[in-house]
């Protein structure tokens, strides 16, 4: 499917994105091996979640899916089954990475994949720790999908990632749970905490001294009712249209854990008009109405320790600084290279193509702004976060945007193009079969 963008007027309005995907993931998986029943409100519709929610069914896990919950009938820590045929995990990196360190310790033989994009992406960052915990995982040509668990009892190591990664860090803090001994971990730099948050959450024992984190190994633990907060990275597209072209643009009941609010921050300092309302908190995690108006804003510089704290939000941030006047750098992103796509060079040859001066760097980009966008047919990718952000450039542009392949948005983000609708009028977001 393709979408068909044309430039919006603008906005005011009011949008809510849905659950949060990460806290999704973590507590789907902390459902299955809890015990007894955990329901999810406000969970994300991601296609990224439902693979999750299918790779956890296949190993004997009941999960009902209503619209507006999820019910897990938790069988405990060893109460997952083999599964009878591979696990996929679709697209999803987070299931594959999260369920890796899950299934090190389990007492059965199961194996991992997912599409062509996640058979393409790194797996030795997780492989590699678990093995040193004594996991048994054979892969292909040097660690990628599929990935071949053989379940072994596995012993806590002391651990310092060599990548800034979540996915990473909550893998290995569940294999620490199935472990005999305590697991130390720590990270070169703070990224996404929404694990160690269900972790106190669902009363499961690890402290964090700022420096590291040890889990304990788990006894068993309950199941809970558990209340998701709106999608930061979701929201992200929102924030920079709002930015853009509105009046003012709420989004309401966000999840603003500051390990995750990176584009807020920098936006903020450069200029941005961003306000948080009715900041209150939901299982743990801070949430807020962010509300955001059209604001002059200067261009910026990402790098260091703010990169995984905005991580996913760096193809739109890219597309603003296009409208910025001046020159916005990103720097020491490499990571993007390995994501859904190679995200530098997607986001950057797209733009490129819509008129925008942006040249692309080893690990980041320089963008020089202003640009008077103008429409071009554009490719996805096949990467939701590419899709959404060629959308937001494509209400900014003259003429018309086509992206081609969108379907890839629900991966992430299915209610996207409807919220696009309501906010920016049928008129500028059209399907194109
Ligand atoms: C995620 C962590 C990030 C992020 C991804 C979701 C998570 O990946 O890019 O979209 O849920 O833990 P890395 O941990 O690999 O950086």
């Known amino acids: 499917m393709n979408l068909c963008i044309r430039m919006c007027g603008e906005l005011n309005g009011e949008v809510w994105v849905g659950g949060d995907k990460s806290i999704t993931h973590r507590s789907l998986i902390l459902g299955a091996i809890a015990d007894g029943e955990t329901i999810i409100h406000n969970y994300s519709h991601a296609e990224d979640c439902l693979s999750t929610v299918r790779c956890l069914k296949s190993m004997g896990i009941e999960i009902d899916v209503s619209k507006e919950w999820i019910t897990i009938k938790g069988r405990g820590l060893y109460g997952l089954k083999e599964p009878e045929d591979v696990l996929d995990c679709g697209n999803s990196g987070t299931t594959i990475r999260l369920l890796a360190g899950l299934l090190a310790g389990q007492k059965f033989y199961s194996v991992l994949t997912g599409d062509d994009s996640l058979r393409k992406r790194p797996m030795k960052r997780v492989v590699e720790p678990l093995k040193l915990m004594g996991a048994e995982i054979t892969s292909r040509n040097n660690c990628f999908a599929p990935l071949s668990m053989v379940g072994k009892k596995l012993k806590g190591i002391e651990y310092r990632l060599p990548v800034a990664s979540a996915q990473v860090k909550s893998a290995l803090m569940l294999a620490g749970l199935y472990a005999d001994s305590n697991m130390i971990l720590e990270e070169p730099v703070p990224t996404r905490d929404h694990t160690e948050r269900l972790f106190e959450f669902f009363g499961l024992k690890f402290t964090n001294n700022g420096k590291k984190i040890t ?154 702004g202003p640009t008077r966008l103008k429409g071009a047919a554009c490719e996805s990718y096949n990467d939701h976060r590419i899709a959404m952000s060629l959308a937001i450039a494509g209400l900014v542009a003259e003429g018309e945007t086509i992206i081609k392949g969108a379907d890839c948005i629900n991966i992430s983000f299915p209610e996207f193009i409807n919220i696009l609708k309501g906010v920016c009028g049928e008129e500028c977001v059209q399907y194109q079969e």
Not at 257 to 279: M, V
Not at 285 to 301: D, G, H, M, Y
Not at 348 to 367: F, H, K, Y
């Open 215 to 368: 889990v304990f190994p788990a006894q068993g633990f309950s199941g809970r009712i558990i209340n998701i907060p709106n999608d930061i990275s979701s929201a992200a597209f929102f924030v920079v249209l709002g930015l853009l072209t509105a009046r003012e643009m709420v989004i309401k009941d966000t999840g603003v854990n500051p390990l995750r609010c990176g584009i807020i921050e920098i936006l903020r300092q450069n200029g941005a008009d961003i306000k948080f309302d009715k900041q209150r908190g939901l299982n743990n995690e801070p949430v807020a109405n962010i509300i955001v108006k059209r604001s002059e804003i200067f261009p910026f510089t990402i790098s260091g320790s703010l990169i995984p704290r905005l991580i996913d939000e760096i193809p739109v941030l890219a597309v603003l600084a296009t409208q910025l006047k001046g020159i916005s750098e990103i720097k020491d992103a490499k990571e993007l290279r390995v994501k859904e796509t190679d995200r530098i060079s997607a986001i950057c040859s797209e733009l490129r193509r819509m008129g925008a001066n942006i040249e692309e760097t080893e690990d980041g980009m320089i963008i020089k």
